[in-house]
């Protein structure tokens, strides 16, 4: 398994930004699709985006629709981190916001396919 540790959560007034943080350790970083789910009070855990490793440390993300044009996620295979940088924050944005491992090189959306997770990070977004 991939150790992860988030990091960057904090209290945002509704339109700023904050950018997240996940350090993985303990396998080979390459061969592993990345993610962030999100988990409100209440709710289930949600897919926020996926990184899919393709090579040269280039990746392909793709988003939910509820975050699609307002995060950006980079991945850093050389150094192991996974990051997401989150704009235009709203009330809704507010959740845990956990990073995830796949111990297979695609990314999906489905919770259940993913091996290791953190422990997650809160993020508070003001009205």
């Known amino acids: 398994q991939v150790q992860l540790v988030e990091s960057g959560g904090g209290l945002v007034q509704a339109g700023g930004s904050l950018e997240l943080s996940c350090a993985a350790s303990?396998?080979?970083?390459?061969?592993?699709?990345m993610a962030w789910f999100r988990q409100a009070p209440g709710k289930e855990r949600e897919f926020v985006v996926g990184?899919?490793?393709?090579?040269?440390?280039?990746?392909?993300?793709n988003y939910s629709d509820s975050v699609k044009g307002r995060f950006i996620a980079t991945r850093d295979n050389a150094k192991n981190t996974l990051s997401v940088r989150m704009n235009r924050l709203n009330p809704e944005d507010t959740a845990v916001y956990y990073c995830?491992?796949?111990?297979?090189?695609?990314?999906?959306?489905?919770?259940?396919?993913?091996?290791?997770w953190g422990q997650g990070t809160q993020v508070t977004v003001s009205s």
């Open positions: 995830a491992a796949r111990s297979k090189s695609a990314a999906t959306p489905r919770r259940d396919d993913y091996d290791s």
């Open positions: 303990g396998r080979t970083f390459n061969n592993y699709a």
């Open positions: 990184t899919t490793y393709i090579g040269a440390n280039t990746f392909y993300a």
